[in-house]
Nanobody, 124 residues
Framework: QVQLVESGGGRVQPGGSLRLSCAAS????????MAWFRQAPGKDREFVAA????????DYANSVKGRFTISRDNARRTVYLQMNNLKPEDTAVYYC?????????????????WGQGTQVTVSS
């Protein structure tokens, strides 16, 4: 079994920054692509960013390109999401997800394991 625990959410003003962390435990961290998704009230869960096991490839939603950066530290079994220049429309619950295999995915059903989520609120 895999357990994912997110942290780092909170309230920030527009233009501010936050760094989310996702700590993984359980099954090996190797050979697993990782991703961040988010879900705002009344909306579907949407893809934010993904990274391959080696970190050699990353993918971002168009809405966050140039503002968010996904990274991972395999020794620490942790994935990060650095979020800069935050906007009110970034307000959502952010989820970490794990997908067995070397390829990234952008659809929620492609990921087998999920964290409980961390709230990010961008408001003045």
């Amino acid at each position: 079994q895999v357990q994912l625990v997110e942290s780092g959410g909170g309230r920030v003003q527009p233009g501010g920054s936050l760094r989310l962390s996702c700590a993984a435990s359980g099954r090996p961290f190797e050979n697993a692509a990782m991703a961040w998704f988010r879900q705002a009230p009344g909306k579907d869960r949407e893809f934010v960013a993904a990274i391959t096991w080696s970190g050699d490839r990353r993918d971002y939603a168009n809405s966050v390109k140039g503002r968010f950066t996904i990274s991972r530290d395999n020794a620490r079994r942790t994935v990060y999401l650095q979020m800069n220049n935050l906007k009110p429309e970034d307000t959502a619950v952010y989820y970490c997800a794990r997908r067995t295999g070397l390829d990234m995915g952008v659809i929620p059903r492609q990921y087998e394991y999920w964290g409980q989520g961390t709230q990010v609120t961008v408001s003045s």
